[in-house]
Nanobody
Framework: QVQLVESGGRLVQPGGSLRLSCAAS????????MGWFRQAPGKEREFVAA????????DYADPVKGRFTISRDNAKNTVYLQMNTLKPEDTAVYHC????????????????WGQGTQVTVSS
């Protein structure tokens, strides 16, 4: 079992930066692939980024490539999402999730989910 709690979401102006954190608990956290997802009002949840257990392999959705960076610190049981050059279309509730399968992560079917943190990009 893995419990996930996101933080760091807030209102930010277009072009600004934000770092989200996801604190994990559970003995087997370090073996999981960790992902970030987002869901905007009226839209389906979508994949944003993911990182393997070692932090060596990452994947990003096309809309965030070059702007967002995912990382993890297994000593702190935390995964991060650094978001730069934010746009209004990045506004959404951001969730982190954990799973042992890249397929389930990339298809938004991870086993474990956090409650989410709201990111609003607006002037």
């Amino acid at each position: 079992q893995v419990q996930l709690v996101e933080s760091g979401g807030r209102l930010v102006q277009p072009g600004g930066s934000l770092r989200l954190s996801c604190a994990a608990s559970g003995r087997t956290y370090s073996v999981y692939i960790m992902g970030w997802f987002r869901q905007a009002p009226g839209k389906e949840r979508e994949f944003v980024a993911a990182v393997d257990w070692a932090g060596a392999i990452t994947d990003y959705a096309d809309p965030v490539k070059g702007r967002f960076t995912i990382s993890r610190d297994n000593a702190k049981n935390t995964v991060y999402l650094q978001m730069n050059t934010l746009k209004p279309e990045d506004t959404a509730v951001y969730h982190c999730a954990a799973d042992s399968s890249w397929y389930r992560i990339l298809s938004c079917r991870a086993d474990y989910w956090g409650q989410g943190t709201q990111v609003t990009v607006s002037s």
